[in-house]
């Protein structure tokens, strides 16, 4: 009995204690809550900056893509950030379409790119780009020559035999990067020669990795020869001192469109605001060179790191962003690749 | 007097709601004390009785009724039957209008328009409730369980029914709600319409069942590492509580290790250590041309990263049971002149058995639902909780289909709960009684001390290479590219610098390092405590239910933290109960969820406790509290000790479950660190794990300190015993005489098998 009193006791101290966490509650409205989907080297680098230009406070929440969604998705009711940082355009636009993110023209809107103003305005300012970002694959030098494979230098390349379980990308349904990649071959080859293509290359894939960047930083460690990503992902492997060579594929490649948005009925919508003309400004995207980012800014006035891939070295192919963007398009190509692809003998 | 409750609980009531504020406090919140310039007559601070009479707010009727009315139990001319049926009366009414009212109003006013006409429209966002509607409810909940305590329920105590009753409210609470309104989902297809069709058509889908796919996996590997894991721990226990092996303390420091490691650490040093051009491989082709290859992404490694992560768990689970194991039977049969190994195998393993199957269980839903190693070391390996996670986070976001895999996951956990009360069912494992025996514990079968440090020691050594990998990591440049000393990770995660008198924290590793630390040091107690308390309800008292009710504790324990994460976020985020961005999320997250390990630690050791005990402590007229601080609880250290070390630990390097609960304040540590090795910044990582590993090591060791040992005769000089010569059997050790106290009473009084147990 006396155990249960001293257990009684205890939870009487719960309640005591939750009362004092209660103290911390923060509904403070004075500061921008930001759901940041960069890395956290850049969240970090962007909120100083963020501080230091506009003399406001800016905390934020690092998430993946995919978490940001599920939790601005599970919050509808209440919502509790204020900006959707670095989203994939496509998880964009099915959030304005749920109605829950908040159109905003930003006045620097006149200072992007041509490209970042029509998808601003295709989505009727529900989003705005703030970078792309450009598909291909990375290599590791060592174990390239140590194995005399051939280099690779286009799409093709990766099918053949040479690279027998040599190859990692991200498997498609978890990984926007790699869903990204199988539409781009789809649109470069057609459907059913692209996923002929896909299956072919499966050969040679030996993992199917959860994250759209494990693939390239498997290939830095000389886990495996070549990963397939985003262009400034493998720069950053050569640049942190890894062995990796970064390839643009010859047949032209895709894009990812990463932008901003505010979440509608979020605490500080005047903040986000205020976010939102910071991270389009050429000061807001300046912050990826001072950490090392290689992405390309969609500021006309922002700088590019020296390091990032050249855009005369690279052929971008139109990409249809909607195509497969749609929850059907998904569903169609997701089962498409699972059943022709993923599961094809090896 | 067993109605003197009934005021106390009374007046908490009132004070909740004629005093406090009943809605949640916006803005800066409760001790920001800024709601005290409208109280009490701003509807929006006022307390319930304020608005009932002051604003016409007649739903609160009922909750004033239910709280007036029991004062006439406090009556004494009313019998107690009478007084019973009232206290349950109001209390389930008033309970019941509580929640009802939670339920009509949420954030934009009532739910249901018919109510708006009704009681009139309520303008503007609506608060979620607070400190006022809390104490109601709680003093609602416990004159209920005075009531039926009256009735002659849990033997008419009035604490253990009251404490019964809060754990199941709470649990409910924190469990089965935030789980519950994630399960609705599998019913929806996916516009959010109720749809038998959807959810048959997701548990047909065909990557789930069949050989290779998502269950079997799952069991395999599930399976796979509850056995090793549960052997490993085995052999560490005999080994540290049962040899004199040299080294065997370092063993029992050894056996807990692994488990104070970031998970997402262990599985990057296995990669450096096996991987392809990991160590292992490089000195393999350099030395015999082995061709180095990938094995260890896929099912060996994940099994091997598991078994090194969950070994710890088994073993605190067990190492209790093992000590408590009493030498009288084994005495016994060694006088029949029974050989080592056979008392070994027909005396000493069978008693071990609910440390074995409780370590066993434990382990082998930890295996379902950890997300970390499958994530890391997995290669194309599907399981449950990876695939849980992708369903919610994927570019197919279905929760649906996340929530129809959470309940898969949840039937394989019950079925094994099933089987597992199946094994132990009416067998009776009590081996410590009240009689004192004097004699230490037999030395083991040469085979199996043989047996436990083959096994044992090649796991000790990985373990020790993995934590010399992890704390050189955290000194050299870069791991695997650059090797030249530095301190510059400790400076960039934990420097600090004086400025104008007062320190400023400089390190990035700070903010998340506090909120850790505090949010672990917060939870520990509370989940140890309330777990051993559950434990001790379940094994001591019977009640309607109980089954269920000890499936329920385990529920979130059995989900994948993500589940758990966005269940918690569903239920919390909005009013009625609005909880989310705060850290009472975060502890309440960590103690329902690793609550089951105390419980289930508890539950092991209470089951070699003989119940007598308490009764003969009560016969000699100790008071009850005495009997607490002199018998069970000295008893219970082992499982005390497991208890606050597991839930610490897991509060400081839990992920899966904080992913959708931190917030910009309330950063937890192992965020921080997956954040930085993303981002190839593996030294600051390496750095921050190793700063967490020697703090848990010192928590740890100060947890020992603080609890102290078992002291049960027999238990402690088993080691004498080994090397003790066979004719001094039966024959009282004087090592044992030394630590016999007069203080310890009964306990430690030895040789007394004709004393009053």
């Known amino acids: 009995m006396a155990f249960v009193r001293l257990m009684c006791g205890s939870m009487q101290r719960l309640l005591v204690v939750l009362a004092l966490f209660a103290l911390a509650a923060p509904v403070a409205a004075q500061e921008v809550t930001v759901l940041c989907n960069f890395e956290v080297d850049w969240c970090e680098g962007l909120k100083a900056s963020y501080e230091r230009t506009t003399g406001q406070k800016a905390v934020f929440i690092r998430r993946t893509d995919g978490e940001s969604l599920a939790q601005i998705r599970a919050e509808r009711s209440n919502p509790r950030a204020d900006v959707y940082h670095a989203a994939e355009s496509a998880s964009a636009k099915q959030l304005a379409s749920e109605g829950l993110l908040e159109a905003y023209k930003s006045p620097r809107i006149t200072e992007l790119h041509d490209w970042a103003q029509r998808i601003a305005e295709e989505n009727k300012y529900f989003q705005t780009p703030i970078y792309t970002g450009v598909l291909g694959f990375g290599y590791n030098t060592e174990l390239l020559a140590k194995k005399k494979m051939p280099e690779p230098k286009c799409w093709k390349d990766l099918a053949n035999p040479a690279y027998k379980d040599e190859i990692q990308m991200a498997n498609p349904g978890s990984s926007g990067t790699a869903f990204n990649m199988v539409s781009t071959i789809l649109q470069l080859m057609g459907e059913d020669e692209g996923f002929k293509f896909l299956a072919a290359m499966n050969k040679n894939v030996n993992q199917y990795t959860r994250s759209g960047s494990a693939g390239i930083r498997a290939a830095g460690k000389g886990e495996t020869t070549i990963g397939i990503t985003f262009l400034h992902d493998s720069v950053a492997q050569t640049v942190q001192g890894y062995p990796v060579k970064t390839v643009a594929p010859c047949e032209g490649t895709g894009y990812e469109i990463i932008s901003s948005a505010i979440i509608k009925g979020g605490p500080n919508p005047e903040g986000a605001r205020k976010w939102m003309d910071f991270v389009l400004s050429p000061a807001g995207q300046n912050v990826a060179v001072t950490v090392n980012k290689f992405q390309i800014p969609s500021n006309k006035n922002a700088q590019t790191h020296p390091m990032a891939p050249k855009a005369s070295e690279v052929k971008l192919i139109n990409l249809d962003l909607d195509k497969y963007g749609s929850k059907e398009g998904r569903d169609h190509l997701l089962s498409r690749w699972e059943n022709e692809v993923f599961k094809a003998p090896k | ?757």
Not at chain 2, 79 to 102: H, M, N, S, Y
Not at chain 2, 104 to 111: E, L, P, R
Not at chain 2, 365 to 380: C, R, T
């Open chain 2, 1 to 757: 007097m067993r109605r003197s409750n009934v005021g106390l609980w009374l007046a908490v009531g009132w004070i909740g709601f004629g005093l406090l504020p009943w809605n949640a406090i916006a803005g800066q919140g409760f001790f920001a004390l800024g709601w005290l310039a409208g109280y009490p007559l701003d509807v929006r601070t006022g307390p319930g009785a304020v608005q009932l009479i002051h604003h016409g707010r007649l739903w609160l009727l009922p909750i004033g009724v239910a709280l007036a009315v029991p004062a006439l139990a406090l009556n004494g001319r009313i019998g107690d039957k009478t007084a019973a049926a009232l206290l349950v009366l109001c209390g389930c009414a008033g309970l019941v209008a509580l929640v009802a009212i939670a339920l009509a109003i949420d954030i934009n006013g009532w739910t249901s328009p018919s109510f708006a006409t009704y009681f009139g429209i309520l303008p503007g966002r609506q608060p979620g409730l607070g400190y006022g509607a809390s104490f109601v409810a709680a003093a609602l909940l416990m004159l209920l369980c005075q009531g039926v305590a009256l009735r002659g329920w849990a033997r008419g105590d009035v604490f253990v029914a009251g404490a019964i009753g809060a754990s199941i409210a709470l649990v409910g609470l924190f469990t089965l709600y935030p789980i519950a309104r994630l399960f609705v989902r599998a019913f929806l297809d996916r516009d959010g319409n109720v749809s038998l069709p959807a959810l048959a058509a997701r548990f047909a889908s065909g990557r789930i069942w069949g050989y290779g796919g998502v269950v079997w996996n799952t069991l395999e590997l599930g399976l796979m590492t509850a056995v090793s894991a549960t052997l490993m721990a085995l052999c560490f226990a005999l080994i540290v509580t049962r040899t004199r092996l040299p080294g065997r303390r370092l063993a029992n420091v050894l056996a807990v290790l692994p488990m104070i490691t970031p998970p997402f650490v262990v599985g990057l040093a296995l990669i450096m250590l096996f991987g392809r051009s990991g160590v292992l491989n490089a000195v393999l082709d350099f030395a015999f041309g082995i061709r180095p290859t990938r094995w260890i992404y896929g099912l060996p490694g994940v099994w091997l990263a598991q078994t090194l992560a969950l070994t710890p768990v088994a073993y605190l689970v067990l190492v209790g049971v093992v000590q408590g194991i009493s030498p009288v039977f084994e005495e016994a049969a060694q006088t029949l002149r029974a050989s080592r190994l056979r008392i070994f195998t027909t005396i000493t393993l069978p008693l071990m058995a609910p440390g074995l199957v409780n370590a066993f269980l434990i382990v082998f839903i930890e295996s379902l639902a950890d997300f970390g190693n499958p994530l890391i070391l997995g290669g194309n390996l599907e399981v449950l909780s990876v695939s849980i996670y992708f369903a919610i986070v994927g570019v197919q976001q279905d929760p649906g289909r996340a929530a129809m895999l959470a309940i898969v996951l949840l039937s394989l956990s019950l079925a094994l709960f099933v089987i597992q009360r199946r094994l132990l069912a009416r067998r009776n494992f009590v081996t410590i009684s009240g009689k004192g025996h004097g004699v230490p514990n037999l030395a083991l079968p040469r085979t199996v001390t043989g047996l436990a440090v083959v096994f044992a020691l090649p796991w000790a050594m990985l373990a020790v290479v993995v934590y010399a990998m992890i704390f050189t990591g955290g000194f050299v440049e870069k791991w695997g590219l650059n090797h030249a000393l530095t301190v510059r990770h400790y400076v960039t995660a934990f420097g600090a610098e004086i400025a104008n008198g007062s320190v400023q924290w400089t390190g990035g590793a700070w903010n998340s390092f506090f909120t850790t630390l505090t949010i672990a040091a917060v939870s520990a107690p509370l989940t140890a405590g309330f777990g051993l308390l559950v434990a001790y309800l379940l094994s001591r008292y019977r009640f309607t239910g109980k089954g269920a009710f000890e499936f329920v504790t385990m529920l979130s324990f059995a989900m994948p933290g993500t589940v758990v994460g966005i269940g918690y976020i569903l239920a919390f985020n909005a009013p009625p109960i609005e909880l989310a961005y705060t850290g009472i999320i975060l502890v309440a997250c960590f103690v329902f969820r690793d609550m089951t390990t105390s419980l289930r630690a508890g539950l092991a050791s209470l089951s070699q406790i003989d119940s007598s005990l308490d009764e003969a402590s009560a016969t000699l007229r100790a008071s009850s509290f005495a009997t607490l601080r002199r018998v069970v609880l000295p008893l219970m250290r082992p499982a005390i000790i497991a208890a606050l070390v597991y839930s610490f630990i897991s509060a400081m390097t839990s992920i899966s479950a904080v992913i959708f609960l931190t917030s910009p304040r309330f950063d937890m540590a192992t965020v921080n660190i997956v954040g930085r090795a993303e981002v190839g910044e593996y030294g600051y990582a390496s750095a921050y794990a190793s700063v967490l590993i020697v703090l848990m090591l010192l928590a740890v060791l100060l947890i020992r300190a603080v609890v102290g040992h078992r002291r049960v005769l027999g238990g402690q000089s088993l080691v004498e015993r080994s090397l003790a010569p066979a004719t001094e059997v039966g024959v009282q050790h004087p090592a044992s005489r030394q630590r016999s106290p007069a203080s310890h009473g009964l306990l430690v009084r030895p040789r007394a098998p004709t004393e009053p147990a």
